[in-house]
């Protein structure tokens, strides 16, 4: 697992530890000292800890004019045993909806695994992003097989053309827009 970085070809349009208004502004990364592990796996210093053991993120991206956020994960995303959705929610997407942030893409190729609990926190988050979204965009299938299980699905756009999206190839700005055409489309705005 130390060997899946997080995508860093989008730093030169954004760096969250340069963000003024990142919940990682100021943090000092240190690329040659291994100390976050999940399930004992080390995994790459430039992984952002969010408070939960088994999940990690790093924001690739947020534009406060147009409200977007891309955000890539890795680990395994436990709401039965850790609660990840609340760390998550609490410690991260609140602090960015503050700063005017309500369209969300999570980027899930490194979640591993998926254990639900209760969907409250999703709803929570649904119903506070008011004029804006939750995207999920490739996220492995029996992930999204677990999210339908827990009802996740009423809060958070995932499948279809989300399921096997080629981001990495384009400009956060056009992926943004790429991916806020999508959903209004999807729901019908």
């Known amino acids: 697992m130390h060997h899946i970085e997080p995508y860093y070809n989008w730093l030169k349009y954004y760096d969250s530890s340069s963000d003024l208004l990142s919940p990682f502004h100021g943090k000092e990364y240190n690329y040659e ?6 399930y004992g796996y080390y995994i790459d210093p430039a992984w952002d800890a969010i408070g939960s053991e088994t999940l990690y993120i790093k924001i690739l991206f947020a534009d406060y004019e147009n409200g977007y ?4 994960m890795i680990g395994e995303w436990n709401d039965t045993l850790h609660n990840d959705i609340m760390h998550f929610k609490r410690n991260i997407i609140e602090h960015m909806m503050l700063q005017g942030l309500n369209k969300f893409i999570l980027i899930g190729e490194n979640i591993l695994n998926f254990h639900g609990s209760d969907d409250c926190y999703y709803e929570e988050w649904f119903e506070e ?3 804006g979204w939750i995207v999920a965009v490739n996220f492995r299938e029996f992930v999204t097989e677990e999210w339908q299980n827990f009802n996740i699905d009423y809060y958070i756009n995932f499948g ?8 990495r190839t384009q400009k956060p700005q056009d992926f943004c827009a790429r991916i806020d ?3 209004t489309k999807r729901i019908g705005l």
Not at 33 to 38: E, K, R, V
Not at 160 to 167: R, V
Request: aromatic residues 12%.
């Open 181 to 183: 055409a999508a959903v």
């Open 160 to 167: 279809g053309q989300f399921d096997h999206m080629n981001w």
């Open 69 to 72: 956020a891309v955000i890539e």
């Open 33 to 38: 000292l291994y100390t976050d592990t999940i």
């Open 129 to 131: 992003v008011e004029e």
